[in-house]
């Protein structure tokens, strides 16, 4: 394996069964999953549903044969996220991950437009591939992108910035509508084709642009006719909260939006849902020899309908507000806690240096070790590898909330003690 794949822990975690919103590791120690496979396991971990309607599928005799026969399961699942989506006259198109839905997105958009100019936001993560490498500006990855794609950064996720400082949420939205005008008047080459964003960021930290940021780029994009892609890879399916897809927050409905993670509870789905008529714009005929395999459509379809059938969204809001209410208050007396964000099921708690304020990557390491020792599962993330993220399955009950509310705080508690 290459030396740049890397795993948490300063002894790895080798997790080896998994029960509702609990895993279990190779010498048999228990962990309450608030990480959730970094947003796969969207509804937990052994679900009847999900593995009964795999397990038909594999009693069929066919895994898999090939995306050149109809498969009912992709028709279902596009018509059911061709809904959901909000978008007009949507069309969907399945891939294997994230990286190959946004690589998709990338190529209807400037297909579409003619253009090889795409906007992409500050501290982004779009995938590992040519394209989506190109829209990443996290420099964990960035650092090896020679993509050609000609991509402009724009801000809001950097309200902390000096030159930030002070502005209302309006204010801030001015002064990044006013930059975005700018880059676009100073775009080389033509037309832009698309703006992609994350409506939070992911491995960026969760970090959030304020209310009104989104709808305000959308306003100058819709003057030029240049496409909204939103990356709902980490956001979809209800985690928020307050919306199905994390833009319906900013109240825009996108041209596209992409999609895999949490979507097949754990196997491989991605995909792309977008307007019809940019859709069936390539000149191509064409498959994915594994995208929306019969496997990967009947794990998808009962995890989307458990997910409906069980009013996930609303418990996401619940137990997401509780978990996030208990973080903000003990935050108060915690000086090594610098940001505490989130919006339903996805949230994070900053760790800075209680000294000089400054991003303390050490001190979420230690975090990382401390709720392992307690039994809890978390992400680390964020431009300076300071951020814990956490996003437990959309299953989460209240008990399980508070309990792992409780051992996040403890482990703050202890940190903050020994410096
Ligand atoms: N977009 C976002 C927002 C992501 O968080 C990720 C994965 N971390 C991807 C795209 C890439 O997805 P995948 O790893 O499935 O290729």
């Known amino acids: 394996m290459p030396n740049w794949v890397a795993l948490y822990y300063n002894e790895p975690i080798e997790i080896v069964s998994g029960k509702g919103n609990r895993v279990v590791d190779a010498s048999g120690k228990s962990y309450l999953d608030f990480f959730a496979g970094i947003l796969t396991n969207m509804i937990g971990y052994d679900v009847p549903e999900v593995r009964e309607a795999v397990e038909r599928q594999i009693a069929t005799g066919v895994v898999h044969t090939s995306t050149v026969y109809l498969l009912r399961g992709q028709i279902e699942l596009a018509e059911k996220i061709a809904k959901l989506s909000g978008i007009e006259n949507a069309k969907v198109f399945f891939t294997n991950s994230g990286t190959e839905a946004n690589e998709t997105a990338l190529l209807l958009a400037t297909y ?85 964003a ?25 003057e030029q006719g240049i496409l909204f892609i939103s990356d709902e890879v980490q956001t979809g399916w209800g985690r928020t909260g307050s919306a199905f897809f994390g833009i319906q927050n900013h109240g825009v409905t996108p041209d596209m939006m992409t999609f895999a993670k949490g979507i097949g509870n754990g196997f491989a789905v991605g995909g792309v849902v977008a307007r019809g008529d940019l859709m069936d714009g390539l000149h191509a005929t064409g498959l994915a020899t594994f995208g929306g395999n019969p496997i990967s459509m ?53 760790l800075v240096d209680p000294a000089t304020g400054a991003p303390s990557p050490a001190l979420a390491a230690r975090f990382m070790e401390e709720t392992k020792k307690a039994g809890l599962l978390a992400g680390k993330g964020g431009l300076h590898g300071n951020v814990l993220r956490m996003a437990p399955p959309l299953t989460l009950t209240t008990e399980e909330a508070a309990e792992g509310l409780g051992i996040i705080v403890n482990a703050l508690e202890v940190i903050n003690a020994e410096i």
């Open 112 to 196: 579409a437009r003619k253009s090889d100019q795409v906007l992409a936001m500050r501290q982004s993560y779009h995938g590992r591939s040519f394209g989506a490498l190109g829209v990443t500006s996290n420099r964990s990855w960035k650092n090896n992108s020679l993509s050609p794609l000609n991509v402009h950064f724009l801000h809001g996720a950097d309200r902390h910035l000096t030159q930030f400082r002070g502005l209302s949420d309006a204010d801030y939205v001015k002064v990044c509508v006013e930059d975005l005008r700018h880059v676009l008047s100073t775009a080389v080459g033509g037309d832009v084709a698309a703006l992609i």
């Open 298 to 350: 009947a794990a998808a379809n009962a995890t989307l309908d458990y997910v409906l059938d069980h009013d996930l969204q609303a418990n996401a809001a619940r137990t997401g507000a509780l978990i996030i209410d208990g973080l903000r208050e003990a935050a108060a007396r915690l000086p090594i806690v610098g940001d505490v964000r989130g919006k339903g099921l996805m949230f994070a708690v900053e």
């Open 198 to 222: 994350e409506p939070i960021q992911g491995v960026g930290g969760f970090t959030m642009a304020p209310d009104g940021l989104f709808a305000a780029y959308k306003e100058v994009l819709d």
